[in-house]
């Protein structure tokens, strides 16, 4: 996950900017908003916006206030479910909609989304852009409690999101033709923006180290069970079993909100074995891929995966799941390969081609940068987001 080294500023002329306005991010969790969309903020008040930030506040409020943004502590969490505070962050929202009353309400993630719409249905001020980050665990499993929040999910989309104001934006195809067969948009209300942009002087091109002591393949995720932890790891145990000379970095802490959060013991567990390393979060993301050869992710389901695209822009070749999100950057055999989704030996034979094949691990990896500086630059998505801003506040 990528998190900014400092408070660099990023000026930009785009489309749009000329028509200034308020414009207030709703999000769960501060360290997200850094690691996601804290450039794109800070672009905006460059452009002389009026940005302000509503979040649940842990570690960020001094350098976020230090870009120029306002910030509003919310107490709420992902993953939680407390009637009671769930209430409460609801009407501190309504309360706080009112008090600043944004032009632009840009919501970001599930949650945000149908707290924000109820909030905003009260009052009906804001202009709403309906940022779908992915659609979540409740899409991924069919358990009885995933179906139950998926159909709540749908009932919130179907109740909240026909306002011709308001705009939802995907960051895949395959979430694009959701909303736009589900019936709970309407026509021309779906648009496809390709993530949160990247900073491509941070994650430059370097070529791949040495592999003399083996190929180093890393993930960089949240070490959650529906990102392919687990068969990462039996996938790299069957190779080296094999006698491939590899080894596999996570790089990343458990999320204790989340259910399907890997327990630390077996991440301990895992980083006994020779050919493993867990070495927890870090902020020198840069760092990891210049020192890795292949990056993996071999998720269940994505929004669009930032480590792929941070990996692509180092010149890393990508291996991972044939999945919404991940297909969206992956190319087979020009810039990765792809797996089915919990197919372990197509996940270690995919690894292997890659592992044994240097010539066509570097030739990935060049089309990877091509494609990150193409499709995913800071300069590509900010713009894109500009013209929708700008276009909103002319309505």
């Known amino acids: 996950m990528c998190v900014m080294d400092s408070a660099s500023d990023l000026a930009l002329d785009q489309p749009g900017a000329d028509r200034r306005g308020r414009i207030l991010f709703l999000v769960t969790e501060d360290w997200y908003f850094w690691s996601h969309r804290v450039r794109l903020a800070k672009a905006l008040t460059n452009a002389g916006f009026d940005v302000h930030v509503a979040t649940r506040v842990q570690d960020h409020l001094t350098k976020l206030e230090e870009l120029g943004l306002t910030v509003h502590a919310l107490g709420w969490q992902r993953g939680k479910s407390n009637p009671v505070q769930e209430l409460r962050a609801l009407i501190k929202i309504t309360q706080l909609l009112r008090d600043v009353k944004p032009d632009i309400l840009h919501l970001v993630a599930l949650k945000p989304i149908l707290f924000g719409n109820i909030a905003n249905k009260i009052i009906r001020k804001s202009r709403v852009v309906n940022a779908v980050s992915g659609l979540g665990a409740s899409f991924i499993g069919n358990s009885r409690h995933a179906r139950l929040l998926r159909r709540l999910v749908e009932l919130g989309f179907s109740r909240l999101l026909r306002h011709p104001r308001d705009v939802v934006v995907v960051q895949n195809e395959d979430d694009a033709d959701y909303f736009q067969k589900s019936g709970f ?26 592999d003399n002591n083996g190929v180093v393949v890393s993930i960089v995720s949240r070490m959650l069970w529906t990102k392919g932890i687990g068969e990462s790891v039996e996938a790299v145990r069957r190779l080296h079993e094999a006698g491939r000379n590899v080894e596999l970095r996570l790089i990343g802490s458990p999320d204790e909100t989340n259910l399907d959060s890997i327990p630390q013991s077996t991440l301990e567990k895992w980083n006994k074995e020779p050919f493993i390393q867990w070495q927890g979060p ?44 991940c297909r969206e950057i992956v190319r087979p055999n020009v810039n990765g390969l792809m797996a089915e989704l919990g197919n372990v030996s197509e996940l270690a034979n995919s690894i292997e ?33 500009f013209d929708l801003y700008g276009e909103l506040l002319r309505q």
């Open 185 to 210: 948009v309407r026509s021309g209300q779906v648009r496809l923006v390709r993530g949160s942009g990247i900073d491509l002087d941070r994650f430059q091109y370097v070529p791949e180290p040495p």
């Open 282 to 325: 870090r902020s020198d993301i840069p760092r990891v891929w210049q020192d890795s050869h292949i990056a993996l992710l071999p998720s269940y389901r994505e929004g669009l995966p930032l480590s792929l695209i941070e990996a692509a822009a180092c010149g890393r070749p990508l291996v991972s799941t044939n999945v919404p999100g």
């Open 353 to 385: 081609t890659l592992v044994v094949n240097k010539e066509q691990r570097q030739e990935f990896g060049r089309a990877a940068r091509i494609d990150a500086e193409k499709f995913y630059s800071e300069s590509t998505i900010f713009g894109e987001f």
